[in-house]
């Protein structure tokens, strides 16, 4: 909605669990070497101190729980043989934005 997009465009956009999900298999899927490069922590919990040490020293910090889970995610993906037709013989990452009657797309 415009209101939402106000919203977003003024005060960003906070990070949310399917967010970080999200980022987590397109990485692992796409581009897997900025994937392998990710810090990730062995935690229970994000509100635990080692997590929270963490994501201060390195800013950006998953967990192991949310790794595997996008490994998981990957690897059903990388299985399916629909899906690898999907994405075989494709560009990544082209910009597609543009301003259409003074809006961004």
């Given at each position: 909605s415009p209101k939402?997009?106000?919203y977003v465009t003024k005060y960003g956009n906070?990070?949310?669990?399917?967010?970080r999900d999200g980022?987590?298999?397109?990485?692992?899927?796409?581009?897997?070497?900025?994937?392998?490069a990710l810090n990730?922590?062995?935690v229970a919990s994000k509100n635990s101190k080692a997590y929270k040490e963490a994501k201060e020293q390195c800013g950006e910090v998953y967990t192991r729980t949310e790794k595997e889970n996008a490994e998981k995610i990957?690897?059903?993906f990388l299985k399916n043989e629909h899906a690898l037709k999907t994405i075989s013989n494709c560009a990544f990452e082209i910009p597609s934005i543009d301003i259409i009657?003074?809006?961004p797309f």
């Amino acid at each position: 909605s415009p209101k939402t997009y106000k919203y977003v465009t003024k005060y960003g956009n906070p990070e949310t669990q399917p967010l970080r999900d999200g980022r987590l298999v397109h990485l692992s899927i796409l581009e897997p070497r900025k994937f392998e490069a990710l810090n990730f922590i062995d935690v229970a919990s994000k509100n635990s101190k080692a997590y929270k040490e963490a994501k201060e020293q390195c800013g950006e910090v998953y967990t192991r729980t949310e790794k595997e889970n996008a490994e998981k995610i990957a690897d059903a993906f990388l299985k399916n043989e629909h899906a690898l037709k999907t994405i075989s013989n494709c560009a990544f990452e082209i910009p597609s934005i543009d301003i259409i009657q003074g809006y961004p797309f």
